[in-house]
């Protein structure tokens, strides 16, 4: 039981690690995106190959030049534990709403090797399998004409986003449509 308990302790880890990289990517946030990664941290995603810190210093400004938005979506995740490395495969949908309005998703797989250092799990090597893209129809924004739709904080890629705020209150007043 005790093995189970640190396997099951284990991939928690990674998979809070997963999430750090993903939702450091969407938000913007350096900090966050690069304590997923080992300082040494090798990344192949799409043309880029480097340090994970290089390839935040290349994806950041794209990211902020050309899109009001990005959502990395994580989905269904295979981790292989041996001793000290772990094996990850992690399926995902990519979807960014770009400056003209128009929309872009992808899909894919991330596979990284992590590594268990000083008693830490982050990744070590990280590869980008894009299998398929394509342009999405936009539309308005549900509920964008709602007044105070905002009123609990509006969306943004860096720590004004709501996600950011502790405590977590609601500031919108009660309605009931």
């Not at 390839?55 to 989905?75: K, N, R, V, Y």
């Not at 269904?76 to 990850?88: P, Q, W």
């Not at 980008?128 to 009123?151: Q, R, T």
Request: aromatic content about 10%; hydrophobic content about 40%; charged content about 25%.
């Amino acid at each position: 039981m005790d093995a189970k308990l640190a396997a099951l302790l284990d991939k928690q880890e990674i998979l809070e690690a997963l999430s750090r990289f993903s939702r450091g990517m969407d938000r913007l946030d350096r900090e966050l995106y690069l304590s997923a990664y080992h300082a040494d941290a090798e990344m192949a995603a799409g043309p880029f190959v480097g340090l994970a810190s290089e390839c935040a210093d290349w994806s950041f400004p794209m990211h902020e030049e050309g899109q009001i938005l990005t959502h990395h979506a994580l989905l269904n995740t295979t981790i292989d534990l041996d001793g000290d490395t772990a094996h990850t495969e992690t399926y995902y949908l990519f979807v960014a709403r770009n400056k003209d309005e128009s929309l872009v998703q992808a899909g894919g797989r991330y596979i990284n090797r992590f590594e268990r250092r000083a008693g830490e799990w982050k990744i070590a090597l990280q590869t980008n399998v894009i299998e398929w893209a394509g342009l999405l129809p936009a539309i308005p924004i549900p509920f964008s004409d709602v007044p105070d739709v905002y009123g609990n904080g509006a969306p943004a890629r860096d720590r004004t986003d709501p996600s950011y705020r502790r405590p977590l209150t609601n500031l919108r007043e009660r309605k009931i449509p």
